[in-house]
C-alpha cells in the first residue's frame, strides 16, 4: 500500500524552495504541499510576539487539512522563534531550519565568519548559543537584510534585480569592524540561497557561502527512511494564505519546482 501523506514545507514566502529543492532530489516520489503565508510576510521585520502567535496557529491549521508524515519550517526566523511551540504543539515530526554556524566555523581558516539573515533571526539568542557552542574561537559578524528577502522574491518572480542593490547588503556585512577577515559567509535565511550567485558577483573578494538546505533534505529523508510513497505522486501544491493575483514569472518558478496546484488558506 502507498502512502499518500505528503510532506508540509511551509515558509513567509518563497525561500524554503531553497529546502524543497534538495529534498526532492532525494525523495523524488514525496507528495508536497508548500506553504507560503505570505498574508503574514515579511517575518523579519515583526516581532518575536506575533510570529510565536502566529506560526503555531497556521501549522496547526495546515496540518488539520492536509495530514502530513511531515512538517518542516522551512524558514530560520520562524524556527529559530517558535520551533519549540510548534513541536509542543503537533504529534508529528517537526523539522526547523537554523543558521549553519557550525559547519561554517569548520571550514573556515580565517577563524572569522559573517551571518546573513532577517532582522529578527540575526538578533535571537539562539544565534548567539551557536556562535557560542560552534564558533566560540571565530569572530562572528551579523547583518540583517530585509531588502535581501525582497530581492529572492523579485528573482524567482523573473523580474530584474540591480547588482547595487546585492553590493550593499554585502557591504552592510563586510564593511563592519574585522570584515576584512570574514572568509565564510552563513546565509541564514532560506530565502538567501536563491540569490547566492548574485552575492558572490558583489562580493568585493572570494567568499565561501554556507546553508543548511542539503543538510535539512538527508534530515528529511532519514525521518521518512522506510517509509512508502506513491509511485506517481500528484502535482506539488502551493499554498498562499492570502489571496492575490499570481504573476506568470512566480507560476513558472514554482511549477521549476514541482509546484504545479497553486491555491489560497
Known amino acids: 500500500m502507498s502512502d499518500d501523506r505528503p510532506l508540509l514545507f511551509f515558509d513567509s514566502g518563497v525561500g524554503g524552495l531553497s529546502v524543497l529543492a534538495?529534498?526532492?532530489r532525494l525523495l523524488p516520489r514525496a507528495p508536497i504541499v508548500y506553504a507560503a503565508d505570505n498574508g503574514g510576510f515579511p517575518y523579519g521585520?515583526?516581532?518575536?510576539?506575533?510570529?510565536a502567535a502566529r506560526v503555531p496557529a497556521l501549522l496547526g491549521r495546515l496540518v488539520e487539512r492536509y495530514n502530513p508524515r511531515l512538517v518542516v519550517i522551512a524558514c530560520n526566523t520562524a524556527s529559530t522563534i517558535a520551533l519549540g511551540a510548534v513541536r509542543a504543539a503537533l504529534d508529528l515530526p517537526v523539522v526547523?531550519?537554523?543558521?549553519a554556524?557550525?559547519?561554517a566555523a569548520e571550514q573556515s581558516r580565517t577563524r572569522a565568519i559573517g551571518?546573513?539573515?532577517?532582522?529578527?533571526t540575526v538578533r535571537q539568542p539562539y544565534v548567539d548559543d551557536l556562535s557560542a557552542r560552534f564558533a566560540g574561537d571565530c569572530l562572528v559578524l551579523r547583518h540583517g537584510s530585509a531588502r535581501l528577502v525582497e530581492l529572492a522574491e523579485a528573482k524567482l518572480r523573473g523580474e530584474p534585480t540591480a547588482a547595487a542593490d546585492y553590493a550593499?547588503?554585502?557591504?552592510?556585512?563586510?564593511?563592519?569592524?574585522g570584515g576584512d577577515r570574514i572568509d565564510t559567509v552563513v546565509l541564514a535565511c532560506t530565502h538567501f540561497p536563491l540569490v547566492e550567485a548574485e552575492l558572490a558577483a558583489a562580493s568585493p573578494r572570494p567568499l565561501a557561502f554556507v546553508h543548511g538546505g542539503d543538510g535539512i533534505a538527508r534530515r528529511i529523508a532519514h525521518l521518512t527512511e522506510g517509509q512508502e510513497w506513491p509511485q506517481s505522486p500528484p502535482p506539488g501544491i502551493a499554498l498562499f494564505t492570502a489571496p492575490f493575483e499570481v504573476p506568470a514569472g512566480l507560476v513558472a518558478g514554482l511549477a521549476a519546482h514541482g509546484?504545479?496546484?497553486?491555491?489560497?488558506?
Request: glycine share 8%; aromatic share 2%.
Open 101 to 103: 554556524i557550525k559547519p
Open 45 to 51: 521585520t515583526k516581532s518575536e510576539a506575533e510570529i
Open 168 to 177: 550593499e547588503v554585502m557591504a552592510g556585512l563586510v564593511d563592519q569592524p
Open 259 to 265: 509546484l504545479e496546484d497553486i491555491r489560497f488558506l
Open 115 to 120: 551571518v546573513l539573515g532577517t532582522n529578527a
Open 22 to 24: 534538495p529534498t526532492r
Open 96 to 99: 526547523g531550519t537554523v543558521p
